[in-house]
């Protein structure tokens, strides 16, 4: 059983990104409390209540150049200690007391460009550049998840 932490929990009460870093907040099947999606047709809903990355991948953006920190490309949850290439569609994580189920890679787009050299935000493409993704989850228990919260992967 591979296990992490959360690094940081991250929210934009006003929408898009970046989100900003909070003491912890609900993980609801409807979303992150406090946070909020401009544009619903790509972000939010039931299949993509939450967004999750690597705080290990951002480190190793931030050594190529890309100006990437966590919460900068809208990830509500940033985590570490995992290994990224266990994580993928069906896998069951529990972070803290909630429980979560991966559901799709997170299709970067040209809001984060600013977070990449050259706004390259097709970095962190799955398609382009598998197991650098962020990824998108359902919430299966709902519960308050807050830095240095333990993650397994079930």
């Not at 953006?61 to 990224?84: A, F, K, V």
């Not at 994580?87 to 984060?112: N, V």
């Amino acid at each position: 059983m591979s296990s992490g932490f959360v690094e940081s929990v991250n929210v934009n009460p006003e929408g898009g990104v970046p989100k900003h870093p909070v003491e912890g907040a609900m993980i609801r099947s409807g979303g992150v409390e406090g946070d909020k999606q401009n544009d619903l047709r790509y972000h939010g809903g039931p299949d993509r209540a939450v967004s999750i990355y690597s705080s290990e991948i951002i480190r190793s953006l931030q050594s190529e150049g890309h100006p990437i920190g966590p919460g900068s490309s809208g990830e509500n949850i940033t985590i570490g200690g995992l290994d990224w290439g266990e994580i993928g569609p069906g896998k069951i994580m529990q972070i803290g007391r909630a429980r979560i189920e991966i559901t799709t890679p997170a299709a970067p787009c040209a809001t984060i460009r600013e977070c990449f050299l050259n706004e390259e935000f097709s970095r962190i493409s799955e398609k382009r550049n598998p197991g650098w993704s962020r990824w998108y989850a359902r919430v299966l228990d709902e519960a308050r998840v807050s830095p240095n919260d333990r993650v397994v992967i079930l």
